[in-house]
């Protein structure tokens, strides 16, 4: 045992004492150690110390009893186990932390400790501005870029799950998905932790994309995943290798790491960040049962959508074939056409032949000898009465000119010889023919003779002849 | 011949693009569109495109490989389980 408190307190107190009084004032070993106890949680009831975390024992009360220690000096401490759960950081051996708490003794065993009420890791500051720095420097080299991230598979045919093939995270993982979507797995086993996990998670992203894209093995998605724990157990995730390598992923890279407060690096080089290993299971794939109801539900929708499409070209097809009219129809008013037609024709010939007929049988009746007879005689009369009238005409004519010159000649004889016989001659004409008689021989005795004077005719018989 | 062809293209689509095509099938036949021949190829599209989904969706089958590598560097896969 190191040298206690107790010894460094009494000689205080007897320095004090030596003071005001030459006789030390007597305790019980209880009294003092009461004084003790109450100065010391008085004096020390709210400390931050820091110290590197050993003897870390945890009780079967469920306290965890450990030292802090620095290179000269060990302080005693214990976790109720109640505080130990609620603690940020699992203490583990060696651990560098800063504790807050309050001292008090233990007066049994003449013994001091802290009373452990956080605990955080002692690196965790500069830890984390040197992970600052490293997420700058490789957001610089365009590693986070935005454009860098793929889509995910709506559905990945293979699983690529990069984690531990024990514990509670690959388990979780198949469970999800077995509920949600049964897929096809497998499973690169890397250590998650310690010193060659960086290079273990590195190498398998890295071996799953080196996979040919024919490979039966090669995934469509990765998962990289981890459970939860402090920030040095997360720290393989937080390496430059792994970044990378999950950077320039061709698979479609999740990551899983840690609870959902905790941030890695390799979530900003992943296209998807899941807050748990379950959750990267739930971003992974859909819900079988309800793409198959999306499925009947468009499967439905394409039936009725065809059905109605089908109906409204039908009703659209009776239309037009409505006002197209029906087609035996329109032959019907042919037909009926052409039987018109026909009969008109027909009737036509019959009536044209009758008429025809009638007429050549009133023609023909007409055509009788009784006809032509009767224009004959008619003509007949015609030539006879213009015969009678040419020879009444003629005879007319004929007695007129004879008249004429009857009258012409008795004028002219008479005013030939009238003349002389005034003069006081007499024409003698025979009395039987009563033609001139101009030569005395020609008469006889006891002839009759006219004898003509201008005025007037006597008869006269010869008497003698001379 | 054709039929085989058009099966054989139709094994190549990813589930989530033969059911976007679904999708845009009937979206397009609801809204009434193109003339009835094409509407005909849509729906027998539609109808061989949904077939295609649920063959995938039946296929669904967990099977847990886990992979080791050869001394040659090669990698290969046993099934495994993870229970317990």
Redesign the interface.
């Known amino acids: 045992m190191e040298k206690s408190l107790f010894d460094h307190v009494a000689e205080e107190e007897r320095k004090n004492t030596d003071s005001r009084a030459n006789a030390p004032q007597e305790f019980s070993v209880s009294q003092l150690s009461g004084m003790l106890k109450r100065r010391v949680e008085e004096e020390f009831g709210y400390v931050r110390v820091r110290g590197e975390l050993s003897r870390v024992t945890r009780a079967r009360s469920g306290h965890l009893y450990t030292a802090l220690k620095d290179e000269d000096a060990v302080l005693d401490s214990v976790c109720w186990k109640g505080t130990l759960s609620r603690l940020s950081v699992q203490p583990e051996e060696g651990l560098d932390v800063v504790c807050t708490g309050r001292l008090t003794t233990y007066p049994a065993r003449s013994n001091y400790q802290l009373v452990i009420e956080t605990m955080e890791l002692a690196g965790e500051g500069a830890l984390l501005k040197m992970l600052e720095e490293r997420r700058k420097k490789l957001a610089a080299e365009g590693l986070f870029d935005e454009n860098r991230k793929k889509p995910l ?3 990945p045919e293979k699983i690529g799950i990069v984690t531990s ?2 514990g509670a995270v ?2 979780d993982i ?1 469970h999800r ?2 509920e949600r ?9 890397v250590m998650v932790q310690g010193q060659s996990a960086a290079a273990q998670v590195a190498a ?1 992203i890295e ?1 799953f994309n080196a ?1 040919p894209e024919d490979s039966p ?1 090669r995934p469509d998605l990765l998962i990289v995943a981890r459970g939860g724990g402090s920030l040095e157990d997360l720290m393989p995730f937080n390496e430059e290798i792994v970044v990378r390598a999950a950077a320039s992923s061709k698979i479609p890279l999740i990551s899983a790491v840690g609870h959902e407060t905790d941030t890695t690096l390799i979530d900003y080089a992943a296209d998807l960040r899941a807050p748990t290993p379950t959750a990267a299971a739930e971003k992974a794939v859909p819900v ?1 049962s309800q ?2 109801a ?2 009947r539900d ?2 439905n ?2 039936i009725l ?2 059905q109605n ?1 089908l109906q ?2 039908k009703q659209a097809l009776d239309g037009l074939g409505r006002g197209l009219g029906q087609p035996a129809r329109l032959v019907e008013t042919a037909v009926q056409r052409l039987d018109q037609a026909a009969l008109r024709l027909e009737m036509g010939l019959k009536n044209w032949l009758a008429q025809r007929g009638a007429r050549l049988r009133e023609s023909a009746a007409r055509l009788t000898p009784a006809a032509l007879r009767a224009r004959i005689a008619h003509d007949g009369r015609q030539v006879k009465n213009l015969a009678e009238r040419l020879e009444t005409a003629a005879r007319r004519k004929a007695e007129n000119d004879a008249r004429r010159l009857q009258n012409t000649a008795a004028l002219l004889e008479t005013l030939s010889f009238k003349k002389i016989l005034a003069r006081g001659f007499v024409l003698v004409t025979d009395g039987k023919s009563g033609k001139p008689v101009k030569e005395a021989a020609k008469i006889s005795e006891g002839d009759f003779v006219g004898l003509q004077f201008h005025d007037g005719n006597v008869s006269a018989i010869i008497k003698a002849k001379e | 011949m054709a039929e085989a062809q058009k099966n054989s293209d139709l094994e190549k689509i ?3 693009d033969a ?1 976007l095509e ?2 845009k ?2 979206r397009e ?2 809204a ?1 569109q193109g003339d ?1 021949e094409s ?2 190829t849509a ?1 027998e599209k ?2 061989a495109l ?1 077939q295609h ?2 063959t ?2 039946k296929a ?8 080791t ?1 050869n001394e040659n560097g090669t ?3 046993e099934e ?1 389980s ?2 317990g």
């Open positions: 598979p709506f559905l093939p024990t690959i388990r198949l998905l077995a979507f049964p897929r096809r797995v497998l499973l690169w086993p398998a071996g996979l093995l079988r793409i198959a999306q499925i468009q499967e929708r394409l959508a065809m499409r409204r070209h | 990813s589930f989530e059911l679904l999708e099938i009937v036949l609801e009434g009835l509407s005909i729906y539609g109808v949904k989904c649920e995938k969706l669904a089958q967990a099977k847990i490989e886990k992979i590598l990698v290969s896969a495994t993870v229970d």
